[in-house]
C-alpha cells in the first residue's frame, strides 16, 4: 500500500513538472510583439465615424484622440499603424480573425467582450455626464425634478439613466435623439433642459462652442475604455500597456486628451 502510495505520487509529481514546462513553451509561443516588429505595422480596427475617439475630417482623413494615442504607441514601438475601418456589429470577430492587430476606438471595457478579447489596462473613463445651457440654473440631478431631458436612442446614456430610477421618475419627460448633435441643438434653442451623453462626445462638442454649454459635478456613471486585443497576443499586449505608461509620465496622454476634449481624461 505504501509503495503503490509513493508510486502515485511520484507520477503526480513528473506530471507536474511536465505541465510547467507546457506553459513556460506556451509563454514562449507568445511571439505577437516579435512578428508585429518583423512585420512593421500593426492594423487598427475601428468605427470612423465616432467623433472625437476616430473619425474622418472634411478632407476624408481618419483623425481623433485614439487615432493620435495609436500613432504615438506605434512610433515608440518602431513600427507604422495602419487604420482600417470595420463594421462595429463584427469587429470583435475581425480581432480574432486575424484582419485585425487591436481595436482602439473607444471601447468600453466589459464581462462580456472579456470572455471574447484581451484587453489593455483602462487608458481613458467615460462618464455619463449631464449638459446644460451656460446660463441654466440647474446645478444638480435633483435640480432637473419637472425637467425635459434629451438623450440619444439606444445609448448608454439611455442605459445610465435607468440605474437611477428615483432621479428618471422626476423627469417631466426624456427626448430621445437619433444622434447627439440634435439633441445638443435643441438644448441651445431651448427645446430641453438638459442633456445627459458621454463625456467624451459632450466635451469635444463644448470645444467648438465653448461658451455655449456647462457640465454639472454629478453624474450617472464612468465606464472605462482599454485597447482590445486577442487573448494569446500577451506580449503584444503589455508592450501597449508599457508604453502608454511611459506616454502617461511625460505628459503625451495629457496633451492628446486637452486637444480632443478641452481636459484630461486618461487615466491614471
Given amino acids: 500500500m505504501k509503495k503503490r502510495l509513493l508510486t502515485i505520487l511520484a507520477i503526480f509529481f513528473a506530471l507536474s513538472i511536465l505541465l510547467m ?6 509563454s514562449k509561443e507568445d511571439k505577437s510583439l516579435e512578428e508585429i516588429k518583423k512585420r512593421g505595422e500593426f492594423i487598427v480596427g475601428l468605427d470612423d465615424t465616432f467623433a472625437p475617439m476616430g473619425f474622418r475630417d472634411e478632407k476624408g482623413e481618419i483623425v481623433g484622440l485614439d487615432i493620435d494615442l495609436a500613432k504615438e504607441v506605434a512610433s515608440r514601438m518602431g513600427v507604422k499603424v495602419v487604420f482600417k475601418p470595420v463594421d462595429w456589429n463584427g469587429i470583435i470577430g475581425s480581432l480574432n480573425n486575424g484582419d485585425v492587430d487591436v481595436i482602439w476606438n473607444g471601447l468600453s471595457i466589459t464581462e462580456k467582450r472579456k470572455e471574447q478579447i484581451g484587453f489593455t489596462k483602462e487608458y481613458l473613463f ?3 455626464i449631464i449638459m446644460v ?3 441654466s440654473s440647474i446645478k444638480n440631478k435633483k435640480d432637473l425634478e419637472g425637467k425635459v431631458i434629451g438623450i440619444q436612442m439606444g445609448s448608454t446614456s439611455e442605459d445610465a439613466i435607468k440605474t437611477e430610477p428615483e432621479v428618471m421618475k422626476t423627469f417631466k419627460e426624456i427626448k430621445r435623439y437619433a444622434n447627439y448633435a440634435e439633441a445638443l441643438m435643441d ?4 427645446r430641453v433642459e438638459a442633456v445627459v451623453i458621454d463625456e467624451i462626445v459632450g466635451r469635444y462638442y463644448m470645444t467648438k462652442k465653448q461658451d455655449a454649454f456647462k457640465v454639472l ?3 450617472f456613471g464612468t465606464q472605462p475604455f482599454g485597447v482590445g486585443v486577442r487573448k494569446t497576443d500577451e506580449a503584444f499586449r503589455e508592450e501597449i500597456d508599457r508604453i502608454i505608461d511611459e506616454m ?3 505628459g503625451t496622454t495629457e496633451k492628446i486628451s486637452k486637444k480632443w476634449l478641452g481636459k484630461d481624461l486618461i487615466a491614471k
Avoid: F, P
Fill in 187 to 190: 438644448l441651445s434653442i431651448g
Fill in 133 to 135: 445651457n451656460k446660463d
Fill in 126 to 128: 467615460d462618464g455619463q
Fill in 21 to 26: 514546462g507546457c506553459d513556460k513553451n506556451h
Fill in 248 to 250: 502617461k509620465k511625460d
Fill in 217 to 219: 459635478d454629478e453624474n
